[in-house]
């Protein structure tokens, strides 16, 4: 339907500007249909992303006119590459805006690279900031674990948390938008067939939980990734699957070009809540020792 509307808009539009196209172009409504899939249905024109934007080009080179990009649009990096690239003039935020009604701001935010909520509304952007640099683990009565009290062979269970669809989908669409990792629709012809979380979410899950589960404690403390070994992976992430994370102490030493710190070799485990083994690495970090005074 949109296809057709946008071409009985400029269809007329296209004999104003008819100057402007070559005789020997080919038919816009020709061109337009040479992008659709066969066959064409819903499920089909949802994985295709450049399909809109195909029409805007035959529309923008044909007739001269300005177009407006809109669909499957989600964040400010993708429509800024749309804008950089040609492929339109304005952006527009249809459905998006209904899931995330300040989508203009935090692309502002994203493309700034900036967090600092400058660009919202006073009313409401000094609490945001406020909040997020106020965003402390409350670690008061939390054990410190320094680098110089760990020893091989010690083990550390952090508590299971539970995976969220949200969680996966936003992940892969801004670092790793595969068909397994942006919906079910789009798994379904995956060697998976269903959907299932990126590799490099389920790494950076792991971190996440180790603050959480307070072994690192920022903004004192913090460690500094030196190596990751062996990362192997066993069985996919689901949506609603509960993972914890198992650690175990391999070897530590004091480092010799920083004094006060230790390199640390640890060995991770990821298990479901069948027991089984999701994934497992060896980091090795640098971590502070406990302090002399």
Same mark, same amino acid.
Not at 25 to 30: E, F, I, R, V
Not at 144 to 150: F, H, I
Not at 152 to 155: F, L, S, T
Not at 236 to 242: A, K, M, Q, W
């Given at each position: 339907?949109? @296809? ?7 269809s @007329? ?7 402007r196209?070559?005789?020997s ?6 061109e337009?249909t ?10 089909t024109?949802?994985?295709i ?20 990009a809109?669909?499957l649009i989600?964040d400010g990096f993708?429509a ?7 492929k339109?003039d304005?952006?527009a935020v249809a ?6 009604p ?9 493309l ?10 006073? +009313? ?10 106020g965003?402390?683990l ?5 054990p ?7 020893t091989?062979?010690?083990?550390f ?8 669809k949200?969680e ?9 938008p ?12 995956t060697i ?9 979410y389920t ?9 959480r ?7 004192q403390?913090y460690?500094l @990734? ?8 066993f069985k ?7 993972l914890?994370? +198992? ?8 480092s010799?070009?920083r004094?006060g ?5 640890q ?7 069948a027991?089984e ?7 090795t970090?640098?971590?502070r ?5």
């Open positions: 339907m949109l @296809g057709a509307m946008q071409f009985t808009r400029t @007329g539009a296209r004999s104003v500007a008819s100057d196209a070559n005789a172009t080919p038919p816009l409504a020709a337009i040479a992008w659709l899939p066969k066959p064409c249905s819903a499920a024109v949802e994985n992303t450049t399909l809109p934007f195909a029409f805007l080009d035959a529309i923008r080179h044909q007739t001269g006119l300005p177009t407006i809109v669909g989600t993708q800024e590459s749309v804008l950089q690239g040609g339109a304005l952006i459905r998006e805006a209904l899931n995330n300040n989508w203009p701001l935090h692309a502002i935010d994203e700034n690279d900036s967090f600092d909520y400058d660009d919202w509304p006073a +009313q409401v952007g000094w609490w945001l900031e406020r909040r997020a640099q965003q402390r409350d670690d008061s009565d939390a410190r674990v320094y680098a110089d009290e760990l091989p062979n010690m083990h269970s952090l508590p299971a948390e539970r995976v969220r949200a996966i989908v936003r992940f892969a669409r801004r670092f790793d595969q068909p397994q990792h942006l919906s079910e629709a789009s798994a379904k012809d998976f067939g269903e959907l299932v979380a990126p590799g490099w790494l950076s899950a792991l971190t996440g939980m180790a603050i589960a307070r072994m690192l404690r920022p903004p403390d460690q @990734g030196l190596s990751i070994r062996e990362v192997r992976f996919p992430v689901r949506p609603g699957d509960t914890g994370l +198992q650690i175990e102490i391999i070897a530590s030493r004091l010799e070009s004094p710190w230790s390199i640390v070799e060995f991770w485990q990821e298990v479901n809540s027991g083994v999701v994934v497992e690495l060896s980091p970090v640098l971590m020792n406990r302090p002399t005074h």
